[in-house]
């Protein structure tokens, strides 16, 4: 296999993993960022809290209790998941659902409450003016998918715990840079990293563009 096509198919597989995590959270985090931006209820700042808090945790520490629990002899041995690329998509998900769910949540509040009133004055139910206030942070949602993403497929120890830096199995961006730079090979790891980034930017600049297309079909 050639330099170039290794790093295709490392930067395929960092694509499929990470993009898989990020499905998974936004599936998991939206509904709940949905809800609790929404309705007022008791225990609502504590689960803010604890989700703004969960943003935070460090990466080592998540693949280290999810190494525990996937091991042969940990409660999750049977499913036989680690050192595949599926642990990683696992870690990446539970470690950026706290991400969706917060960001989710602060837009949702931050929408100006004249439009919630503007939608029940013009003859729409509960759930209409709920929806209307949804549309309204379409932005915000987006933000909060790419702010997911980016950091699914830029995290290190995850990956590294629960994938092991397996080669054509679970080596991702992240895990070559670190060997390549341990190996002394500084400037294939500055080649790497600067795929990273473009893969990071092309992504988060698409998904601002498909804003506008967004809005537009949802006020259709």
Known sequence: MTLASEIVEITLRS???????????????LPIGVLVGLRKFRGRPLVKGVFNGMMAMPTVALGLILYLLFSQTGPLGFLQLLYSPYAIIVGQAIL????????????????????????????ADESGARAAVLRESIGGILL?????????ISELGVALM?????????????????LETARGEVALGIGLAVVLL????????S??????RV???LWQ
Request: charged residues 15%; glycine residues 6%.
């Open 15 to 29: 694509l499929f993993v990470s993009g898989f995590a990020a499905f998974i959270a936004t599936l998991i985090g």
């Open 96 to 123: 950026v659902v706290p991400i969706m769910v917060s960001i989710t949540t602060e837009t949702i509040e931050n929408v100006d409450p004249s439009i919630r009133e503007l939608a029940l004055t013009l003859g």
């Open 144 to 152: 909060a998918s790419s702010a997911s993403f980016s950091r699914a």
């Open 162 to 178: 629960l994938g092991g830096n397996i080669v054509g199995l679970t080596r991702i961006l992240t895990t070559a840079i670190a």
């Open 198 to 205: 473009v893969v990071m930017l092309v992504i988060n600049v």
């Open 207 to 212: 998904l601002r563009l498909a804003e506008k």
């Open 215 to 217: 809005r537009w079909w």
